[in-house]
């Protein structure tokens, strides 16, 4: 270890007047409460980012293709032979989105009735249908309670079908589980009053959902400019943009919030330099070189660095632990979508936010290091 290492650590463990002591303990706590405060709110943006983007990813397509003017096609069978035989498709599921309004004895609720292929078999004449967990709380209803559906058999024609509960489901986001009610096409047949299906849409699911804009583009040169294909991040682009910029904010303030705890550091080595100058004098006719102060300093500035970094991202990888533990961020289903939200800490980025806090501290240790460079031991003494 260099003699300019030991030296700092001495100061850094010498008891100090109560000013720099003071400013010292203010200076770590600033740090780590930023770092701290940095890794909550990442891993909070992180985890609602994820949790929506899975929720949405596990009930929604990949890749949705319908036609220009939301019409049936005509041609399912080959349309959906032409679009299994690209490499990253995965699951082809014709299917129907259509508005509608379910009632049970004196409640009704708009609802979105989706086909669904299901290898259900209905051994009854009844209609089956599954509901969402929040519309079924909202009508009051269970397995095996009989409701109503109003579908719109044309422009001008309701449709009234009697229906029986054969599930409840639950996907996680309110606006899903509180307006989806899916049926399998021989239930839909049955509420419609017709001998066969005819999709609306289809719902493409992929291997790899972040090449989805690639196979979208696929399949845009093998339907041609006759129907319109939608992937998932253009779908839900203003979503995940506006839970980006969030992110990225919150990033900006509370590194400038670090950076202003960070001048402390500053402070501190500028009162420990004053209080330390006849040290600085009798080194300096010891022989010790500018370089070598510089680095006494500069190593002291580090290790108050280091300290605030250290206890912060400890404090905030355990505050993560214990929000996910006690599930301490509990939402508003009606507002948010999701219940719950977890703490997500990511790797790569607390590396990214030590080195960005590492690097605000080296730039508060500049001043007050050149500062000591340029202290003249003969001035000192005779000030003695």
Request: with cysteine; aromatic share 10%.
């Amino acid at each position: 270890m260099s003699f300019e290492l030991k030296l700092a650590w001495r100061y850094f463990r010498t008891r100090r007047k109560n000013l720099v002591r003071f400013t010292s303990m203010v200076a770590i706590l600033g740090i780590a409460a930023g770092v701290a405060s940095l890794i909550v709110a990442q891993a909070i943006a992180k985890g609602f980012s994820d949790e929506m983007q899975d929720k949405v990813l596990s009930n929604t397509s990949h890749i949705t293709i319908f036609n220009e003017g939301n019409t049936n096609f005509s041609n399912s069978q080959i349309v959906k032979r032409s679009l299994e035989k690209i490499e990253n498709v995965q699951k082809v599921e014709p299917t129907t989105y259509e508005s509608s309004v379910i009632s049970s004895e004196d409640i009704s609720a708009y609802a979105v009735l989706r086909v669904q292929s299901s290898s259900f078999k209905n051994q009854k004449n009844s209609i089956q249908v599954s509901l969402g967990k929040e519309l079924a709380k909202k009508l009051n209803l269970k397995i095996g309670d009989e409701a109503e559906i109003l579908t719109l058999e044309n422009e001008e024609t309701p449709k009234n079908s009697k229906v029986f509960i054969k599930d409840v489901f639950e996907t996680g986001l309110y606006e899903y589980d509180s307006t989806w009610i899916f049926a399998d096409e021989a239930n839909y047949l049955k509420i419609k009053e017709l001998q066969s299906f005819s999709p609306r849409v289809f719902s493409v699911s992929v291997k790899d959902i972040y090449r989805a804009n690639e196979t979208a583009e696929e399949i845009r040169k093998v339907l041609g400019n006759d129907f319109k294909v939608l992937d998932w991040q253009e779908a839900n682009k203003p979503l995940f943009a506006a839970l980006s910029l969030e992110r990225k904010v919150a990033f900006s303030i509370i590194l400038l919030i670090i950076f202003i705890a960070s001048l402390n550091i500053t402070t501190t080595l500028s009162l420990l330099i004053n209080e330390r100058k006849t040290d600085i004098a009798v080194l300096r006719t010891c022989g010790a070189k500018t370089r070598n102060l510089v680095s006494i300093f500069l190593f002291e500035g580090i290790i108050l660095s280091l300290a605030g970094i250290i206890i912060g991202v400890t404090l905030g990888i355990v505050v993560c632990v214990l929000g996910n533990y006690f599930e301490v961020i509990s939402l508003s289903k009606e507002v948010y979508s999701l219940s719950y939200i977890p703490f997500k800490p990511d790797f790569l980025n607390i590396l990214l936010m030590v080195s960005l806090t590492f690097l605000l501290c080296l730039l508060a240790i500049i001043y007050p290091v050149l500062k000591a460079s340029k202290i003249k031991p003969l001035e000192i003494f005779r000030q003695r």
